[in-house]
T-cell receptor
Framework: KAGVTQTPRYLIKTRGQQVTLSCSPI?????VSWYQQTPGQGLQFLFE???????NKGNFPGRFSGRQFSNSRSEMNVSTLELGDSALYLC?????????????FGPGTRLTVL | AQKITQTQPGMFVQEKEAVTLDCTYD???????LFWYKQPSSGEMIFLIY??????QNATEGRYSLNFQKARKSANLVISASQLGDSAMYFC??????????????FGKGTMLLVSP
């Protein structure tokens, strides 16, 4: 069974640009969650998508958005990039069902904003 | 208030020794799950072990075990017979509301474990 994949692995952008990151969950998993990891703030939850619907959202500005497709693949978009958006972005895959006891992460996308 | 607290920023252990990484949590939800992840320098989060709030026995997975003390709200990770490859950052995380199906995890700040030969 293939694991969680994220593309691209590395990205360099400049302030003001926008970026789109992609996550493909484990086959059969319907939930994709996104997290931002920075040295200062640690791991913070961005949002979760389940069956193409945003089910939960963290405390991030509206510049951060996402979506999920019918094949469960998910994208997140950050518009008008700021220096503080430099981070490792991780996505997690799970069945999304009650009682789920496993969540698997992808390798992450390392975003650098110059 | 922090929901997950990991009080040890760094831990040192010699190869083949056992080590305990501390984690305390705070929740009023009776239904929750506790996770431990390992993050090597490559950045990938590797799932290690899970403990549900209603599980009667402590979880074990190979060399990893979770010392779950519900009344004290602690979920310490025990690694037996440390190996050099265990050197990494370790995160404790909690998911609340098992019945909701929500997959949101709240993470602690992490503990950096260094295993020496």
């Amino acid at each position: 069974k293939a694991g969680v994949t994220q593309t691209p692995r590395y990205l360099i952008k400049t302030r003001g640009q926008q970026v789109t990151l992609s996550c493909s969950p484990i086959s059969g998993h319907r939930s994709v969650s996104w997290y931002q990891q920075t040295p200062g703030q640690g791991l913070q939850f961005l949002f979760e998508y389940f069956s193409e619907t945003q089910r939960n959202k963290g405390n991030f500005p509206g510049r951060f958005s996402g979506r999920q497709f019918s094949n469960s693949r998910s994208e997140m978009n950050v518009s008008t990039l700021e220096l503080g958006d430099s981070a490792l972005y991780l996505c997690a895959s799970s069945s999304g069902l009650a009682g789920e006891n496993e969540q698997f992460f992808g390798p992450g996308t390392r975003l650098t904003v110059l | 208030a922090q929901k997950i607290t990991q009080t040890q920023p760094g831990m040192f252990v010699q190869e083949k020794e056992a080590v305990t990484l501390d984690c305390t949590y705070d929740t009023s939800d009776p239904s929750y799950g506790l996770f431990w992840y390992k993050q090597p320098s490559s950045g990938e989060m590797i799932f290690l072990i899970y403990q549900g709030s209603y599980d009667q026995q402590n979880a074990t997975e190979g060399r990893y075990s979770l010392n779950f003390q519900k009344a004290r709200k602690s979920a310490n990770l025990v690694i037996s017979a440390s190996q050099l490859g265990d050197s990494a950052m370790y995160f404790c995380a909690m998911r609340e509301g098992r019945g909701s199906g929500y997959s949101t995890l709240t993470f602690g700040k992490g503990t950096m474990l260094l295993v020496s030969p």
